[in-house]
C-alpha cells in the first residue's frame, strides 16, 4: 500500500455552521503538488484556510504524516506546515529582509534572535527567490509581485514539509509566474516539499501540477493527473463555457514553453 505525506479523510468544509464542500479525500505522496482549479466561488480559498487549521472543519480529518493536523500545535505545526495566503500584509518600518526573517521564528526561542545558521538560511532563501537585490528596501514600498515573492521566501524560511498557497501568482507577470513555480518545483525536488495551491492559470496547473483537484458545487467534480483532467473536454463544463482561448493559442503556449525551459 502506497505511503501517504498528507490526506484527508471525509474532510467537510465551509463557514460557522454552513457545509460548502463536503467529502473531500486528497491524498499526496511527499513531495507532491496539488493544484485547486474551478470557478470564481467554489470554494478553493475555503479549502485552503481549512486544510492550514484558519477555518474549524466541519467535519472529517486532516493528516501530516500519521499525525491528525487538530492534534499539533504552535512550533510543532509551524516547523512542518507554512502558508501563503493572498491578504494584504502590513510590515511596518520593515525591509524585506526583515519580514523574511520573521520565517525563522519557529526556531529562534522566545525573544526572536537569528542566530549565524538563522541568517545564513535567511541570506540563502532571499538568494533562491531572486530577492536579495530589494533586502534592504521597505516592504511596504515594494510592488505586489514582489510582495509576492517576499512572502514565499518567508515560507521557505520555515522550512516546512508542506506549503499551502493561495492563488500565488496572481500579481505576477508570465516570467514571473514560470519562475515562482519553477522554485516550488526545484524545492519540491530536492527537498520533498508537499505543495498545495489553488491556480487560475490552467496551462501553468497543466504544467507544474502532479494531481489537479477540481472543485464545482458541493462536491469535489474530478481529481486527477494533468492527463486525466484535460484529456476530454471537461475542464469546458468545469467553468461551464467553451475552452478558453489561451489553451488554443499556439504563440502563448510557445511562449510559454519557451520561457519555462529557460
Known amino acids: 500500500m502506497e505511503q501517504y505525506y498528507f490526506m484527508t479523510k471525509k474532510m467537510c468544509v465551509g463557514y460557522g455552521n454552513r457545509p460548502l464542500i463536503k467529502d473531500v479525500e486528497i491524498a499526496l505522496a511527499k513531495g507532491e503538488i496539488l493544484s485547486l482549479i474551478g470557478p470564481n466561488g467554489a470554494g478553493k480559498s475555503t479549502m485552503l484556510k481549512s486544510i492550514a487549521g484558519q477555518l474549524r472543519l466541519l467535519g472529517g480529518t486532516v493528516y501530516l504524516g500519521q499525525a491528525s493536523l487538530s492534534e499539533m500545535k504552535g512550533n510543532e505545526l509551524a516547523r512542518k506546515m507554512s502558508v501563503v495566503f493572498t491578504q494584504k500584509v502590513r510590515a511596518e518600518l520593515k525591509s524585506c529582509r526583515d519580514?523574511?526573517?520573521?520565517?525563522?521564528?519557529?526556531?529562534?526561542?522566545?525573544?526572536?534572535?537569528?542566530?549565524?545558521?538563522?541568517?545564513?538560511?535567511?541570506?540563502?532563501?532571499?538568494?533562491?527567490?531572486?530577492?536579495?537585490?530589494?533586502?534592504?528596501?521597505?516592504?511596504?514600498?515594494?510592488?505586489?509581485?514582489?510582495?509576492?515573492?517576499?512572502?514565499?521566501?518567508?515560507?521557505?524560511?520555515?522550512?516546512?514539509?508542506?506549503?499551502?498557497?493561495?492563488?500565488?501568482?496572481?500579481?505576477?507577470?508570465?516570467r514571473y509566474k514560470l519562475e515562482f513555480l519553477s522554485i516550488l518545483d526545484e524545492m519540491r525536488k530536492k527537498k520533498g516539499l508537499t505543495v498545495i495551491m489553488s491556480l487560475h492559470e490552467l496551462e501553468l496547473a497543466r504544467i507544474i501540477s502532479d494531481k489537479i483537484l477540481c472543485l464545482k458545487g458541493a462536491y469535489v467534480?474530478?481529481?486527477?493527473?494533468?492527463?486525466?483532467?484535460?484529456?476530454?473536454?471537461?475542464?469546458?463544463?468545469?467553468?461551464?463555457?467553451?475552452?478558453?482561448?489561451f489553451l488554443k493559442d499556439e504563440r502563448f503556449l510557445a511562449y510559454v514553453r519557451q520561457i519555462g525551459s529557460g
Open 99 to 174: 519580514v523574511v526573517a520573521t520565517g525563522r521564528y519557529p526556531y529562534t526561542g522566545w525573544f526572536g534572535v537569528l542566530s549565524g545558521e538563522d541568517a545564513r538560511i535567511v541570506d540563502e532563501v532571499m538568494a533562491l527567490t531572486r530577492i536579495t537585490d530589494i533586502g534592504g528596501q521597505d516592504f511596504n514600498k515594494i510592488s505586489d509581485g514582489q510582495k509576492q515573492r517576499v512572502m514565499l521566501a518567508r515560507a521557505i524560511c520555515q522550512e516546512p514539509e508542506i506549503i499551502i498557497l493561495d492563488e500565488p501568482t496572481s500579481y505576477l507577470d508570465i
Open 221 to 245: 467534480e474530478r481529481c486527477g493527473t494533468p492527463a486525466e483532467i484535460f484529456e476530454t473536454d471537461f475542464i469546458e463544463r468545469l467553468y461551464g463555457m467553451e475552452e478558453a482561448d
